[in-house]
């Protein structure tokens, strides 16, 4: 049986980078040339990087891109290569993926599907393309998409262009979320059974901004069966001998027609070994290593090398503190700790005790003696008032100030620790513990935070976070003997109030039957609605979830919907 060798090329690109995502492209199609591959496939927008937002409106940054979409069409030989870029034709610009052979651009495809949802925005900048051909060598034929063609059930483009060719290739940017990869390969799985062709889906990997891709590109055969599968959270160039059914003869239908590219299958090498290598990653692991690659890369895609944050012996700081360390480096690695007289003994050892079993820079700034001279300096306008949450507030956001002078001072990325839990109700300071560059646990819930933690502690086989963080009840630590329970329900029922209100957007009686407690609930989603202007004003964080806060989620910060009717 005739085979095609192809090559699957999941890179890290960055945004804006213009020329070095194309250096990138350029290096991993030597090597696919230099392995004998007859066909290499690159991410969607692999040339500016995904997404670009509104760079694409900068009519200088799309000639940009084709003039380096230009000099990888003079440095293609010897293979095929299937590039995502930004094309134009008069005041228009689509998504597309440029087929190129032997230093010519034999079709350029216009992604057809755009997505307009979630974190997606591709109505805002692109229009949609209208037709599509069958690719045709004298080997193989193969045809092409981009991302959201495949997931759209009323696909007529398969209909028409796709039952007669050999395979069919679709270059992605699917950003991860926690069950993706199961809903991906259900969506590829099927197309392949339906059209009986095999499938090949290159996706992207890396951070940008709140977004990761996690790579895990596929292929599978025209039974649905998984051939070949590449690495998660890390770049890879997966190589594959595809088989070529010779029965399969393209023919024109409806729109489609026929390009033929007069390249012709490589023989005589060696076939490569088969089987799919890369073991699967369960729940946490593979939030684990989303957030460890969203950290490294936010970090060194804007020029920082270190990270600095409170760490004050609760969980949160805990999980960021290990985050960091895998991410960056313990030497590229600060932790502060900023005890107040509210602070216990318990958790400014913890703090330590954490810093040394991760071999971290740890400091201990107290900030008794500042939050006494905002006291005193105030005292003369607070005449006759008892202390409250202004005084609480007041030592958080003396712990933003220092961390921010460390940042100001030695060049430090500040990261963020609040959680996902704390962020949607505003249990949380603005301009205080919510300070920061980088918000690591963002879209992470406080029961995640917990199984995350306790999955480092296995991988590592040793108690790098100390038994106590887990054991202690969570507190702020602003006043004495303050719980986070004494202002919430447990994390327990909080977590499952947020899923429902947040990621599955179900109604105030659908929870109530759900959590069977109407005064709580009530309770909680005012406290999530009224909390929108607090949330506009974090620094960008991790998503992880479904549904994250800020591009999934976009409510008005002026709202007089009663959530809890």
């Known amino acids: 049986m005739n085979k095609a060798r192809v090559a699957v090329s999941q890179i890290n690109t960055t945004v804006g980078d213009l020329r070095g995502n194309t250096e990138k492209i350029l290096f991993c199609m030597g090597q696919a040339v230099h392995n004998n591959a007859d066909l290499i496939i690159f991410p969607e927008l692999a040339v500016t990087g995904y997404p670009p937002e509104d760079l694409l409106l900068r009519p200088n940054f799309i000639k940009e891109n084709l003039r380096c979409i230009d000099k990888i069409r003079i440095l293609t030989e010897d293979i095929i290569a299937i590039v995502g870029f930004v094309d134009r034709k008069g005041n228009s610009i689509y998504n597309s993926a440029a087929v190129i052979s032997n230093r010519k651009i034999f079709y350029i495809y216009h992604k057809m599907h755009l997505p307009n949802y979630g974190v997606f925005d ?38 028409r262009s796709m039952h007669s060719a050999h395979f069919m290739v679709n270059i992605s940017a699917s950003p991860y979320c926690m069950g993706k990869i199961k809903e991906r390969q259900r969506v590829l799985i099927g197309k392949a059974n339906r059209l009986k062709i095999p499938v090949l889906y290159c996706n992207l990997i890396g951070g940008q901004d709140e977004l990761v891709f996690d790579g895990r590109s596929l292929i599978f055969d025209k039974r649905g069966k998984l051939i070949a599968k590449a690495k998660a959270f890390e770049e890879d160039l997966l190589m594959v001998d595809l088989p070529i059914d010779a029965k399969r003869t393209p023919r024109i239908k409806g729109k489609t027609r026929i390009i033929d590219i007069p390249y012709k299958t490589k023989e005589e090498r060696k076939d490569l070994p088969g089987g799919v290598s890369v073991k699967e990653m369960d729940r946490i692991e593979e939030v684990y290593y989303a957030l460890v690659l969203g950290v490294r890369d936010y970090a060194r895609k804007n020029n920082f090398s270190k990270v600095t944050f409170g760490l004050s012996g609760g969980i949160d700081s805990a999980l960021v503190a290990c985050i960091a360390v895998k991410a960056l480096g313990r030497a590229n ?84 620790t609040g959680n996902k839990s704390e962020t949607s109700v505003g249990y949380c300071t603005l301009y205080g513990d919510m300070a920061g560059g980088f918000a690591v646990v963002k879209d992470v819930p406080k029961n995640l935070v917990y199984e995350l933690a306790r999955f480092i502690n296995k991988i590592e086989g040793k108690e790098i976070i100390p038994k106590a963080i887990f054991k202690r009840p969570p507190s702020a630590e602003l006043r004495p003997n303050q719980k986070d329970q004494d202002s919430l329900p447990s994390y327990e029922m909080l977590d499952e109030i947020i899923d429902l209100y947040i990621e599955k957007d179900k109604a105030f009686s659908d ?53 809890g009717d």
């Not at 964080?541 to 806060?549: D, H, L």
Request: glycine share 6%.
């Open 122 to 159: 591709e109505k805002r900048y692109f229009v949609p393309g209208d037709s599509n051909r069958v690719l045709k060598t004298k080997g193989f034929s193969f045809v092409v998409n981009i991302c959201e063609d495949i997931w759209n059930p009323a696909d007529y483009i398969a209909e």
């Open 333 to 416: 690695v600060l932790a502060v700790s900023m005890p107040s007289q509210y602070s216990s003994k318990g958790t400014q050892d913890d703090a330590e005790h954490l810093s040394r079993n991760l071999g971290i820079r740890f400091v201990r700034i107290p900030i008794d003696s500042i939050f006494d001279e905002y006291n005193n300096t105030l005292a003369i306008h607070f005449t006759g008032m008892k202390a409250d949450i202004t005084e609480e507030n007041m030592q958080a956001r003396i712990r933003g100030n220092i961390l921010m002078a460390f940042s100001n001072k030695f060049g430090y990325l500040v990261l963020n």
């Open 511 to 563: 929870i109530v039957k759900k959590v069977r407690n109407k005064g709580i609930v009530k309770g909680i989603l005012r406290m999530i609605d009224i909390n929108e202007y607090k949330r506009r004003q974090s620094p960008p964080g991790i998503k992880i979830t479904p549904r994250a806060f800020g591009k999934d989620r976009r409510m008005p910060i002026t709202n007089k919907f009663n959530s």
